[in-house]
Protein backbone atom coordinates (compact mmCIF):
# COMPACT_ATOMS: atom_id res chain seq x y z
CA UNK A 1 0.00 0.00 0.00
CA UNK A 2 2.58 2.48 0.97
CA UNK A 3 4.79 1.41 -2.45
CA UNK A 4 1.23 2.12 -4.13
CA UNK A 5 1.22 5.80 -2.51
CA UNK A 6 4.86 6.76 -3.68
CA UNK A 7 4.65 6.38 -7.01
CA UNK A 8 1.29 8.08 -7.33
CA UNK A 9 2.87 10.97 -5.66
CA UNK A 10 5.69 10.71 -7.71
CA UNK A 11 3.23 10.55 -11.16
CA UNK A 12 1.55 13.45 -9.98
CA UNK A 13 4.64 15.24 -9.64
CA UNK A 14 6.16 14.77 -13.13
CA UNK A 15 2.55 15.51 -14.32
CA UNK A 16 2.34 19.23 -12.43
CA UNK A 17 6.00 19.60 -13.51
CA UNK A 18 4.93 19.25 -17.75
CA UNK A 19 1.72 21.15 -16.82
CA UNK A 20 3.99 24.29 -15.61
CA UNK A 21 6.09 23.92 -18.32
CA UNK A 22 3.40 24.28 -21.29
CA UNK A 23 1.85 26.85 -18.96
CA UNK A 24 5.35 28.55 -18.98
CA UNK A 25 5.87 27.77 -22.92
CA UNK A 26 2.10 28.86 -24.11
CA UNK A 27 0.30 31.50 -23.71
CA UNK A 28 -2.84 31.17 -21.63
CA UNK A 29 -4.95 32.96 -22.93
CA UNK A 30 -4.86 32.21 -26.78
CA UNK A 31 -2.12 28.92 -26.48
CA UNK A 32 0.40 30.82 -28.82
CA UNK A 33 3.54 29.95 -28.48
CA UNK A 34 5.80 33.01 -26.57
CA UNK A 35 9.13 34.23 -27.26
CA UNK A 36 11.82 33.37 -24.62
CA UNK A 37 12.15 35.66 -21.74
CA UNK A 38 8.64 37.26 -22.57
CA UNK A 39 5.87 38.65 -20.81
CA UNK A 40 3.48 39.33 -23.32
CA UNK A 41 1.91 37.64 -26.12
CA UNK A 42 2.83 38.79 -29.14
CA UNK A 43 -0.82 37.98 -30.85
CA UNK A 44 -3.23 38.42 -28.55
CA UNK A 45 -1.09 40.90 -25.78
CA UNK A 46 -1.96 39.08 -22.97
CA UNK A 47 0.13 39.96 -20.24
CA UNK A 48 1.93 37.09 -18.05
CA UNK A 49 3.08 37.29 -14.27
CA UNK A 50 6.68 36.25 -15.46
CA UNK A 51 8.47 36.17 -17.92
CA UNK A 52 9.10 32.69 -20.01
CA UNK A 53 11.20 30.24 -18.94
CA UNK A 54 14.16 29.66 -21.42
CA UNK A 55 14.18 26.15 -23.25
CA UNK A 56 16.96 25.45 -21.73
CA UNK A 57 15.95 25.52 -18.39
CA UNK A 58 12.39 23.53 -19.12
CA UNK A 59 14.66 20.72 -20.35
CA UNK A 60 17.02 20.47 -17.48
CA UNK A 61 13.95 20.77 -15.41
CA UNK A 62 12.25 17.68 -17.28
CA UNK A 63 15.38 15.61 -16.77
CA UNK A 64 15.97 16.24 -13.60
CA UNK A 65 11.90 15.35 -12.68
CA UNK A 66 12.59 12.30 -15.18
CA UNK A 67 15.05 10.58 -13.06
CA UNK A 68 13.93 11.04 -10.10
CA UNK A 69 10.66 9.39 -11.25
CA UNK A 70 12.70 6.52 -12.50
CA UNK A 71 14.35 5.78 -9.47
CA UNK A 72 11.82 5.87 -6.96
CA UNK A 73 10.07 3.06 -9.70
CA UNK A 74 13.26 1.13 -9.09
CA UNK A 75 14.11 1.69 -5.33
CA UNK A 76 10.44 -0.36 -4.89
CA UNK A 77 10.77 -3.46 -7.58
CA UNK A 78 11.38 -6.41 -5.89
CA UNK A 79 14.72 -7.57 -5.05
CA UNK A 80 16.19 -11.27 -5.86
CA UNK A 81 19.52 -12.33 -4.83
CA UNK A 82 21.99 -14.48 -6.86
CA UNK A 83 21.08 -18.61 -5.37
CA UNK A 84 24.74 -20.76 -4.82
CA UNK A 85 25.16 -23.40 -7.50
CA UNK A 86 23.38 -26.73 -6.86
CA UNK A 87 19.99 -24.87 -6.00
CA UNK A 88 19.89 -27.07 -2.07
CA UNK A 89 19.37 -25.08 0.69
CA UNK A 90 22.42 -22.61 2.35
CA UNK A 91 24.20 -25.17 5.09
CA UNK A 92 24.03 -24.23 8.42
CA UNK A 93 27.72 -23.17 9.61
CA UNK A 94 28.33 -24.04 13.01
CA UNK A 95 29.88 -21.88 15.62
CA UNK A 96 33.19 -22.18 16.27
CA UNK A 97 32.68 -23.74 19.73
CA UNK A 98 30.13 -26.21 18.09
CA UNK A 99 32.70 -27.09 15.45
CA UNK A 100 35.79 -27.59 18.13
CA UNK A 101 33.12 -29.04 20.58
CA UNK A 102 34.64 -33.22 20.25
CA UNK A 103 32.17 -35.97 20.60
CA UNK A 104 31.31 -37.39 23.60
CA UNK A 105 33.63 -40.59 24.85
CA UNK A 106 30.99 -43.85 25.04
CA UNK A 107 31.05 -45.20 27.94
CA UNK A 108 33.27 -48.16 28.87
CA UNK A 109 31.14 -51.36 28.84
CA UNK A 110 32.31 -54.04 32.28
CA UNK A 111 33.56 -57.16 30.41
CA UNK A 112 34.43 -60.59 32.27
CA UNK A 113 38.49 -61.09 32.64
CA UNK A 114 40.08 -64.63 33.37
CA UNK A 115 42.43 -64.63 35.89
CA UNK A 116 43.95 -67.71 38.62
CA UNK A 117 46.23 -67.87 41.49
CA UNK A 118 48.10 -71.32 41.88
CA UNK A 119 48.62 -73.51 44.73
CA UNK A 120 52.08 -73.74 45.40
CA UNK A 121 53.27 -77.46 44.48
CA UNK A 122 55.67 -78.75 46.59
CA UNK A 123 55.84 -82.83 47.42
CA UNK A 124 53.65 -84.03 50.64
CA UNK A 125 54.66 -86.65 51.88
CA UNK A 126 52.46 -88.88 53.80
CA UNK A 127 52.16 -91.71 56.67
CA UNK A 128 50.04 -94.99 56.47
CA UNK A 129 46.04 -93.14 57.20
CA UNK A 130 47.76 -89.59 57.24
CA UNK A 131 45.51 -86.50 55.86
CA UNK A 132 46.57 -83.30 54.45
CA UNK A 133 44.67 -80.19 53.06
CA UNK A 134 44.74 -77.03 51.12
CA UNK A 135 41.81 -74.48 51.87
CA UNK A 136 40.44 -73.07 48.27
CA UNK A 137 38.82 -69.55 48.41
CA UNK A 138 36.45 -68.01 46.07
CA UNK A 139 35.44 -64.56 46.47
CA UNK A 140 31.17 -63.38 45.99
CA UNK A 141 32.07 -61.59 42.76
CA UNK A 142 33.83 -64.07 41.04
CA UNK A 143 31.92 -66.66 38.49
CA UNK A 144 32.92 -70.08 36.59
CA UNK A 145 35.56 -70.66 39.40
CA UNK A 146 37.33 -74.43 39.08
CA UNK A 147 40.36 -76.18 40.17
CA UNK A 148 42.13 -77.46 37.60
CA UNK A 149 45.98 -79.66 37.35
CA UNK A 150 47.38 -82.60 37.96
CA UNK A 151 48.75 -84.67 41.32
CA UNK A 152 50.61 -87.65 40.90
CA UNK A 153 51.73 -90.40 43.48
CA UNK A 154 54.51 -92.44 44.56
CA UNK A 155 55.66 -95.19 47.42
CA UNK A 156 54.57 -98.82 47.71
CA UNK A 157 53.53 -101.26 45.90
CA UNK A 158 50.37 -99.59 44.33
CA UNK A 159 51.64 -95.71 44.66
CA UNK A 160 47.97 -95.21 45.42
CA UNK A 161 45.86 -91.85 46.80
CA UNK A 162 43.07 -90.65 48.00
CA UNK A 163 41.78 -86.97 46.73
CA UNK A 164 39.15 -84.88 47.01
CA UNK A 165 37.62 -81.34 47.40
CA UNK A 166 35.04 -80.78 49.98
CA UNK A 167 33.85 -78.01 52.78
CA UNK A 168 34.77 -77.71 56.36
CA UNK A 169 32.33 -80.35 57.50
CA UNK A 170 33.05 -82.86 54.67
CA UNK A 171 36.75 -82.03 56.07
CA UNK A 172 35.98 -83.34 59.73
CA UNK A 173 34.14 -86.22 58.45
CA UNK A 174 37.29 -87.00 56.42
CA UNK A 175 39.42 -88.09 59.83
CA UNK A 176 37.20 -90.91 60.29
CA UNK A 177 34.89 -91.83 57.51
CA UNK A 178 33.06 -91.00 54.35
CA UNK A 179 33.18 -86.84 53.51
CA UNK A 180 29.98 -85.11 52.54
CA UNK A 181 29.36 -82.21 49.65
CA UNK A 182 32.69 -83.08 47.56
CA UNK A 183 32.52 -81.41 44.33
CA UNK A 184 35.62 -83.67 43.62
CA UNK A 185 36.59 -87.19 44.48
CA UNK A 186 39.09 -89.05 42.75
CA UNK A 187 38.62 -92.78 44.33
CA UNK A 188 42.26 -95.00 44.44
CA UNK A 189 44.37 -93.59 42.41
CA UNK A 190 48.25 -92.90 41.23
CA UNK A 191 47.87 -90.19 38.89
CA UNK A 192 44.70 -87.91 38.19
CA UNK A 193 43.99 -84.61 36.44
CA UNK A 194 41.45 -82.39 38.22
CA UNK A 195 39.15 -79.74 36.44
CA UNK A 196 36.45 -79.70 39.48
CA UNK A 197 34.05 -76.73 39.84
CA UNK A 198 34.33 -75.12 42.93
CA UNK A 199 31.95 -73.00 45.41
CA UNK A 200 31.63 -69.26 46.56
CA UNK A 201 33.33 -69.45 50.19
CA UNK A 202 35.90 -71.60 51.59
CA UNK A 203 36.77 -75.33 50.43
CA UNK A 204 39.39 -77.81 50.77
CA UNK A 205 41.64 -80.43 48.24
CA UNK A 206 42.36 -82.67 50.55
CA UNK A 207 45.10 -85.56 49.97
CA UNK A 208 44.65 -88.89 52.02
CA UNK A 209 46.73 -91.79 52.19
CA UNK A 210 43.88 -94.16 52.92
CA UNK A 211 44.91 -97.11 51.55
CA UNK A 212 48.20 -97.91 52.63
CA UNK A 213 49.02 -100.79 55.63
CA UNK A 214 52.53 -100.30 55.99
CA UNK A 215 54.19 -97.54 53.11
CA UNK A 216 53.98 -93.90 52.92
CA UNK A 217 53.18 -91.99 49.95
CA UNK A 218 54.68 -88.98 48.43
CA UNK A 219 52.41 -86.75 46.60
CA UNK A 220 53.27 -84.37 43.72
CA UNK A 221 51.09 -81.57 42.23
CA UNK A 222 50.93 -78.68 40.18
CA UNK A 223 47.34 -77.13 40.84
CA UNK A 224 45.37 -73.85 40.23
CA UNK A 225 41.98 -72.07 40.66
CA UNK A 226 40.76 -70.30 37.72
CA UNK A 227 38.05 -68.15 37.84
CA UNK A 228 36.38 -65.17 35.46
CA UNK A 229 35.73 -61.55 37.57
CA UNK A 230 33.96 -58.52 36.21
CA UNK A 231 36.17 -55.65 35.17
CA UNK A 232 35.10 -52.24 34.69
CA UNK A 233 37.47 -49.99 32.45
Known sequence: MRERELLGKGRGEMTELKERAFSAMFCQQCGKLLPEQSRACEHCGHNHESPRISNKALLLAAIAALISGVCLVVSFLPRSYPSKAGGGPTPVVASEAEATQAPPAPTPTPYWKTE???????????????????????KEDWRNARLVGRFKTQGGLRDDIYACVTDKDGLENLKSGPAHNIWYESGRVTVDTINARLPVGRSYFVLKNRYAWLTNRTVTFDLKVEYERLVYP
Open 116 to 138: NYRIKSHAVALDVGQMWWRPLDV
